[in-house]
């Protein structure tokens, strides 16, 4: 599994980057064909917004591309959520091709 993380209008400090990487690690138990993974942590500017801490995580499978963008005050909280987000996509695009 390729893991690329990307910042935009900031540089994120180690612990940040250490954070996202333990929890993608955890991907592999959803999903083991996984082939690349792509995280795009980004600081919206918009003047007076809450939730201006962006993170969108790509993840790429032979024959299937998973997408997900959440917001909020932080990037940890965006960051799971995504994860959260992604990780049910995942389950359902299994269930379905089970059945």
């Known amino acids: ?4 993380i ?3 209008r900031f540089s994120a400090d180690s612990k940040l980057t250490d954070y996202v990487n333990k929890k993608l690690a955890k991907l592999n138990t959803f999903h083991d064909q996984i082939v ?3 995280v ?3 600081l919206d ?3 007076h917004t809450l939730k201006d801490k962006i993170a969108e995580i790509s993840v790429k499978v ?3 591309n998973f997408f997900v963008k959440s917001s909020s005050k932080s990037f940890e909280e965006s960051f799971d959520a ?3 987000s992604l990780i049910n996509q995942i389950k359902r695009k299994k269930e379905k091709q089970a059945a």
């Open 1 to 4: 599994m390729n893991v690329s």
């Open 6 to 8: 990307q910042t935009v």
């Open 62 to 64: 032979p024959k299937q």
């Open 82 to 84: 995504a994860m959260e």
């Open 36 to 38: 690349k993974v792509e």
């Open 40 to 42: 795009y942590l980004k």
């Open 45 to 47: 500017n918009v003047v």
